[in-house]
């Protein structure tokens, strides 16, 4: 076999690649020409060796992470891999059944940094020692190549998103889940600055600052401190009546009324989306000094993360609701939130239904005619409800005026008819109630499936109030 041909063939096109990417599935595609042996690419994205480029397997590991298997090795020592029996070693990832030696080199730039990995795995008898030179070789071309071609390629900016809403699910507290929400939106946005307007007890609130506010965020909250309360209910009153908006970049253009503040602080570029419900939720900007145009991809990726964050904040709102109301509750003598926990643990998927109840228009009771209304309200609906309950089904009060019933049913239509009985009961009260309802799914935790009847509630409040709605399942 004339390996120098092989040199030959495998480079000669590299000079046309116009990208990384390019470059690394012309390199493969060409090297497969000249050997029946299963070849895999790996690059560093993002701390793991992801695989661009393969070909001679019905499966290989898209993604390998740091010093896992031969691969990985390689990649971390910068040191060739000869395995004349695969079985023998035991860093070995199997691609095909039938392999039996394995040539793993470093993809290097010329000044010897590892940038990736070019794996070979034959199933015949093949003479390593010249395609070990061959190899090392070609990835030593391969890497000069991706380096001139400006490195690896990029994370997408989809893969970005997914890594941070693993951070927001993970986030603890309000805190950590606003930090991780701005870096996110500033990070896979590509822009300089993000904002976030959480509802508060009476008016939109300014989220205090993550722990690395940029010059722009110090700005843009400065003038919207300043601007006060009433400006910022304007924004998000804006956002969730018309959508998601951002900026065409023409120069010249004057902004409208409420995004007047957010000029004064040097915003030219701005994406603006709703978080969460019209009713308690809030408003994502993300802003720039620069005079950009988003493109529309821009405002999906923003929409995704402002709903992965609001999920995000909603579960730790609930989580904190239920631990802070461990005692029975007094007013209803409803069960507490203690028991609640333990029995949604133990919820049987496809059984056992959650049914999240909001009161209807209840603040407007407590403003008019003060909270001893409110609690004689409160105490006559949780009668009624209870009442209007079956035998074994379980009513809660998680809140000041929500409650939760755990009921069993064969199908989910037997869980919304109870609900709808509800509905019926509270009329009789002179009130109404919204009901979201949801069934737990195989694997889900309770959190997640009360989490699932709240927005199931938030749809109902959002259609007009007074109804039920049945999460999808």
């Given at each position: 076999?004339?390996?120098?041909?092989?040199?030959?063939?495998?480079?000669?096109?590299?000079?046309?690649?116009?990208?990384?990417?390019?470059?690394?599935?012309?390199?493969?595609?060409?090297?497969?020409?000249?050997?029946?042996?299963?070849?895999?690419?790996?690059?560093?994205?993002?701390?793991?060796l992801r695989c661009v480029a393969a070909t001679g397997a019905?499966?290989?590991?898209?993604?390998?992470?740091?010093?896992?298997?031969?691969?990985?090795?390689?990649?971390?020592?910068?040191?060739?891999?000869?395995?004349?029996?695969?079985?023998?070693?035991?860093?070995h990832l199997p691609i095909r059944p039938d392999v039996t030696?394995?040539?793993?080199?470093?993809?290097?730039?010329?000044?010897?940094?590892?940038?990736?990995?070019?794996?070979?795995?034959?199933?015949?008898?093949?003479?390593?020692?010249?395609?070990?030179?061959?190899?090392?070789?070609?990835?030593?071309?391969?890497?000069?190549?991706?380096?001139?071609?400006?490195?690896?390629?990029?994370?997408?900016?989809?893969?970005?998103?997914?890594?941070?809403?693993?951070?927001?699910?993970?986030?603890?507290?309000?805190?950590?889940?606003?930090?991780?929400?701005?870096?996110?939106?500033?990070?896979?946005?590509?822009?300089?600055?993000?904002?976030?307007?959480?509802?508060?007890?009476?008016?939109?609130?300014?989220?205090?600052?993550?722990?690395?506010?940029?010059?722009?965020?110090?700005?843009?909250?400065?003038?919207?401190?300043?601007?006060?309360?009433?400006?910022?209910?304007?924004?998000?009153?804006?956002?969730?009546?018309?959508?998601?908006?951002?900026?065409?970049?023409?120069?010249?253009?004057?902004?409208?009324?409420?995004?007047?503040?957010?000029?004064?602080?040097?915003?030219?570029?701005?994406?603006?989306?709703?978080?969460?419900?019209?009713?308690?939720?809030?408003?994502?900007?993300?802003?720039?000094?620069?005079?950009?145009?988003?493109?529309?991809?821009?405002?999906?990726?923003?929409?995704?993360?402002?709903?992965?964050?609001?999920?995000?904040?909603?579960?730790?709102?609930?989580?904190?609701?239920?631990?802070?109301?461990?005692?029975?509750?007094?007013?209803?003598?409803?069960?507490?939130?203690?028991?609640?926990?333990?029995?949604?643990?133990?919820?049987?998927?496809?059984?056992?239904?959650?049914?999240?109840?909001?009161?209807?228009?209840?603040?407007?009771?407590?403003?008019?005619?003060?909270?001893?209304?409110?609690?004689?309200?409160?105490?006559?609906?949780?009668?009624?409800?209870?009442?209007?309950?079956?035998?074994?089904?379980?009513?809660?009060?998680?809140?000041?005026?929500?409650?939760?019933?755990?009921?069993?049913?064969?199908?989910?239509?037997?869980?919304?008819?109870?609900?709808?009985?509800?509905?019926?009961?509270?009329?009789?009260?002179?009130?109404?109630?919204?009901?979201?309802?949801?069934?737990?799914?195989?694997?889900?935790?309770?959190?997640?499936?009360?989490?699932?009847?709240?927005?199931?509630?938030?749809?109902?409040?959002?259609?007009?109030?007074?109804?039920?709605?049945?999460?999808?399942?």
């Open positions: 076999m004339d390996h120098q041909r092989i040199i030959r063939d495998v480079t000669a096109d590299l000079p046309a690649a116009t990208t990384a990417l390019d470059a690394c599935q012309r390199f493969v595609t060409a090297l497969a020409g000249h050997t029946p042996a299963a070849i895999s690419l790996l690059l560093q994205v993002q701390g793991r019905w499966q290989i590991f898209s993604t390998v992470p740091p010093k896992t298997g031969i691969v990985g090795r390689v990649y971390a020592t910068g040191e060739t891999a000869v395995v004349p029996d695969v079985a023998a070693d035991p860093d030696a394995e040539i793993c080199v470093p993809v290097v730039d010329p000044a010897g940094r590892a940038v990736g990995a070019l794996d070979l795995q034959w199933s015949a008898p093949v003479d390593l020692a010249p395609w070990r030179v061959t190899a090392e070789r070609l990835a030593a071309r391969l890497g000069a190549r991706i380096l001139a071609l400006g490195g690896p390629p990029p994370e997408s900016r989809s893969e970005k998103l997914l890594r941070h809403a693993a951070a927001l699910s993970a986030a603890t507290t309000d805190c950590d889940l606003i930090t991780s929400a701005i870096c996110a939106a500033r990070d896979v946005s590509a822009l300089s600055a993000a904002v976030l307007l959480l509802d508060g007890p009476e008016t939109s609130r300014l989220c205090r600052p993550p722990r690395t506010p940029g010059e722009l965020e110090d700005r843009i909250r400065a003038e919207l401190t300043e601007a006060g309360p009433v400006a910022l209910d304007r924004i998000v009153e804006l956002v969730h009546r018309y959508g998601a908006g951002y900026t065409l970049g023409e120069a010249g253009q004057p902004p409208t009324e409420e995004y007047v503040p957010l000029s004064h602080a040097g915003v030219r570029t701005l994406v603006a989306v709703p978080l969460g419900p019209p009713d308690g939720g809030g408003v994502l900007l993300v802003a720039d000094e620069r005079l950009l145009r988003p493109d529309p991809t821009t405002v999906s990726l923003m929409e995704l993360l402002a709903g992965q964050a609001w999920n995000s904040l909603d579960r730790l709102r609930t989580l904190n609701r239920l631990r802070e109301q461990a005692s029975s509750d007094p007013l209803t003598g409803l069960r507490h939130t203690g028991p609640f926990g333990k029995r949604i643990a133990t919820a049987t998927p496809g059984r056992t239904a959650l049914l999240a109840i909001d009161v209807d228009g209840f603040k407007t009771v407590n403003d008019t005619y003060g909270h001893q209304a409110g609690d004689r309200l409160l105490i006559g609906l949780a009668r009624a409800l209870e009442s209007a309950l079956r035998h074994g089904d379980e009513l809660y009060r998680i809140g000041g005026d929500e409650f939760v019933a755990v009921i069993e049913v064969n199908r989910p239509e037997e869980a919304v008819r109870i609900a709808e009985r509800l509905t019926e009961a509270a009329r009789r009260t002179g009130r109404t109630i919204s009901v979201g309802v949801a069934l737990p799914r195989p694997g889900e935790s309770a959190e997640v499936t009360l989490r699932r009847a709240d927005q199931a509630l938030y749809t109902v409040k959002r259609q007009g109030r007074d109804g039920v709605r049945l999460a999808p399942a």
